[in-house]
């Protein structure tokens, strides 16, 4: 399979490689590559402004700002916005950024690039009053060289146009502005290229492995120059385990680039799996000489895997389930500016869980994604294209696909096809053109660019008609057939398509709003074709117990007890693993953000959560729900999810309601219970034994505010994040479950309140303030570092009740 084929050696093992190149003639600094964080000190203009592109227009009166920075989300919620509620609601616009900076002169004679990990979108960026060029792609990655427009050891600008005004152009919340991270990036005249490394693993065994590398060094040099490129291979501990290389062919190079290609053995390897993903460093450095003029450093992860038609996907030999969530790239009330902390909390709460694969839906992430998954443990398909050439909405991508799928693509696998994580490339998701013949000649040319650059992974495309009549699949480009629903076609997909391999793409599309519920729990309900029509519920809610899917979709309990059951299925990818901005199924305005998740916008887990936890892991699960506050003699339906024992009793007030053991392929238990106020308790038992005991208690009214922060230590980097839970109390300090008191929130200290939010699809509120009303008992303020070390104080007050402080600390 992809990623254990045996491939050619390239050459023979030696600690230093003698290259031949042309290089510039003059002496520079001893030193590798130069990388400076440019996020700081911009400055940010909403709205057009004629000519700041040049020096001479003033921005004294913009706003100052650090990137990266969504303008978006700082705006008002409106169904007028042209982004329509499905794009979010909030406003688009025109943007510019500008910043000044000096170069020293002792970077002359060296090159300097600005690297854009991701700006939404139509951008244009200037230096010193030059376009350096377009992008029109929201989400792919792209630098520019400004050499040749430098004043050494002088000022000089850089301007951003960023144009996301023309819309609708996503079907989700985009974002806009410089929203991913940008870099200073100066290198010799001759250095390894931009994404200029590529390790493969294409053989592995316990005892040893083979690690490819092929290192593109870029040639701007004048003047002949022997080099030499040394490379080592580090473990977790900084021990070295392997150096070497090959030697390339001899020829001259002048204004151009050339490829070295070398080959390394790792005895009794660690090997990379997600319960343990164990990461090396692979340092290559360029030398002439004694001294290094270039270093790269590329993150290695030894592993293997397949997918077999029949027996499904294995990890270095092992069988196991891709058990994956789909997510889009907003951060909740942060927008999309990227940050990294909200990233990984984002991922904790999904390993938690017992996730273990992310699509990226539906273009590349941010690279520091694909970061935390190569640490955490997540297998990734990595997705380029929601649409092709046929539109999706009005403005979208479609427009420029012609012109630069073929750059966008490359620059995207170039990018990330070393990540250990990366084990799948989606070339599409519920393209349009998947019955028309224009798919034959467009999958198959996607397909050859991602296979000029990486033979290593298969390639899928997410199918929503994925019957005969497909053209993706029938144009024999994608290795892997990727289903987008139709999970009752699964048990005959050989029949369908004999020996071809499967992974769902896209599945389940479960509706719940957290912490509503409706009875009866027990029938499934579809929206909208039968179930209460218009499909609206006070508030825009949808019923938590898992019972609510889309014409399209299934519950997550349908989806999950089909997976399970074959092995050819490979894995799956849940739609989705958060709630989003945007695409607000089944509801249309007044909700703004999506009803998809498993999880809340704002981070809280929903019910099913931990039905996953229960079947996805081994730790011990018993949870209990609704919550036990409602009308006396009300029947209410109380679920549970369980694992790890035969049983669970569930006792009212003391008093048994009844044993209940889980039969056939259910993945709950229920009771119908009268509802009397007072304390509902669950005992799970193995063998007897009991393995866990729930209670959930009749609430009273909201007397106090709990603070709990996911981490109370935080870098002074700018940067870093707390999150913290508010929860409304009653007097003994249960959960009020309907409680929606408005809180406000104070910091003193090294930090800010960089944003707010409930998890509440239809809140209009602003996500940048310091006040929030609590929803079905819970809030969410985001707490971010400034640069200075310090304690932090942050206090939640709300008339009536008991005020909260709590004590962070930033170094």
């Not at 792209?142 to 430098?150: E, G, S």
């Not at 519920?537 to 519950?555: F, I, K, Q």
């Not at 089944?586 to 959560?609: E, H, Q």
């Not at 044993?659 to 229920?670: A, R, S």
Request: glycine share 8%; aromatic share 12%; proline share 5%.
């Amino acid at each position: 399979m992809h990623a254990i084929k045996s491939i050619a050696r390239v050459a023979k093992l030696s600690s230093l490689l003698l290259v031949t190149a042309l290089f510039y003639t003059k002496s520079f600094a001893q030193q590798g590559r130069q990388i400076q964080d440019f996020d700081k000190g911009w400055r940010f203009n909403l709205g057009d402004v004629a000519h700041a592109g040049e020096s001479a227009t003033s921005d004294t009166k913009w706003r100052s700002l650090n990137l990266p920075h969504d303008w978006s989300i700082e705006g008002k919620f409106s169904k007028d916005n042209p982004a329509s509620p499905e794009g979010g609601a909030l406003p688009g616009g025109i943007g510019w950024y500008r910043k000044t900076f000096t170069v020293p002169a002792a970077s002359k004679g060296k090159l300097t690039y600005i690297e854009f990990d991701g700006v939404y979108q139509k951008s244009k960026v200037w230096i010193n009053g030059h376009l350096l060029g377009y992008r029109p792609n929201g989400y792919i990655s792209f630098r520019y060289d400004l050499t040749p427009y430098l004043k050494y050891g002088s000022t000089n600008l850089v301007a951003v146009k960023v144009d996301n005004s023309v819309q609708p152009n996503s079907r989700w919340y985009s974002g806009s502005g410089i929203y991913r991270n940008v870099r200073l990036v100066t290198t010799a005249k001759t250095a390894i290229d931009q994404w200029g490394t590529y390790v493969t693993t294409p053989q592995v065994t316990d005892a040893s492995a083979t690690v490819d590398l092929k290192v593109k060094i870029k040639n701007n040099a004048v003047g002949s120059k022997t080099l030499n490129i040394k490379t080592s291979i580090y473990d977790a501990a900084g021990k070295v385990v392997a150096t070497g290389g090959a030697l390339p062919s001899k020829e001259q190079f002048n204004d151009t680039s050339f490829t070295v290609a070398s080959s390394f053995t790792v005895k009794s390897p660690q090997l990379w799996s997600v319960d343990n993903p164990y990461l090396y460093k692979v340092v290559t450095e360029v030398l002439d000489g004694k001294a290094i003029i270039d270093n790269y450093t590329t993150t290695l992860g030894i592993r293997y895997f397949n997918f077999d038609a029949d027996k499904g996907f294995s990890l270095n030999g092992k069988p196991m389930k891709i058990l994956g969530v789909c997510d889009h790239h907003d951060l909740g009330s942060l927008g999309s500016a990227i940050n990294v902390r909200a990233l990984e909390r984002q991922l904790q709460i999904l390993k938690d869980m017992g996730c273990n694969g992310i699509r990226t839906s539906h273009n590349p992430p941010a690279p520091e994604l694909l970061d935390l998954c190569d640490k955490m443990g997540f297998v990734v398909m990595d997705e380029a294209f929601d649409t092709w050439e046929w539109e999706k909405a009005k403005y979208d991508y479609h427009l420029f696909f012609k012109e630069w799928h073929k750059r966008d693509l490359e620059d995207q696998i170039l990018r990330d096809r070393s990540h250990p994580s990366v084990m799948i490339w989606s070339i599409g998701n519920e393209i349009g053109q998947q019955s028309d013949t224009s798919a034959l000649r467009i999958a198959p040319q996607l397909a050859a660019i991602v296979h000029s650059l990486d033979t290593t992974r298969p390639i899928t495309a997410a199918n929503n008609n994925p019957d005969t009549k497909n053209k993706i699949i029938a144009s024999g480009a994608i290795d892997l057939v990727g289903y987008n629903y139709h999970e009752g076609e699964y048990a005959g997909f050989h029949d369908r398509y004999p020996g071809k391999k499967f992974i769902a793409t896209e599945t389940t599309s479960g509706l719940e709003t957290r912490g509503y519920y409706e009875m009866p729990s027990d029938s499934i309900r579809v929206w909208p074709e039968t179930w209460d029509k218009p499909f609206v519920r006070e508030g825009n809610n949808v019923s938590a117990y898992d019972n609510v899917r889309p014409p399209w979709g299934s519950t997550h309990e349908m989806t999950w007890k089909v997976m399970k059951k074959y092995d050819f299925l490979s894995g799956m990818f849940i739609w989705t693993g958060f709630d989003y901005l945007g695409e607000p199924t089944p509801y249309s305005w007044p909700s703004r953000s999506s009803y998809f998740g498993i999880i809340d916008l704002a981070g809280f887990p929903k019910d099913v959560y931990y039905m996953y936890q229960s079947e996805w892991t081994n730790k011990p699960v018993l949870h209990i729900f609704p919550h036990w506050n409602w009308t006396p003699g009300k029947m209410v339906d109380i679920w549970a999810y369980y694992n790890n024992a035969d049983e669970v009793e569930l006792f009212l007030n003391g008093k048994s309601l009844g044993v209940k053991k889980k039969t056939g392929d259910e993945l709950h238990i229920m009771w119908r219970v009268k509802y009397e106020p007072g304390i509902l308790k669950a005992v799970s038992r193995k063998d007897g034994k009991v393995v866990l005991t729930r209670e959930i208690k009749t609430a009273g009214e909201p007397a106090k505010i709990q603070l709990i922060a996911d981490r109370k230590l935080i870098k002074a980097d700018g940067k870093d994040l707390s999150f913290i839970t508010v929860k409304i109390l009653d007097k003994d300090g249960n959960v009020v479950p309907d409680a929606d008191n408005l809180v406000d929130f104070k910091v003193n200290g090294e930090a800010f309140i960089a944003s707010v939010d409930n998890g509440d699809p239809v809140s209009h509120d602003s996500f940048r303030v310091n006040y929030r009303k609590a929803f079905h008992g819970l809030a969410l303020a985001i707490v971010q570092a400034k640069e200075k070390a310090g304690s932090i104080a942050f206090t939640a007050t709300s008339k009536g009740l008991q005020t909260s402080t709590l004590v962070l600390t930033s170094r």
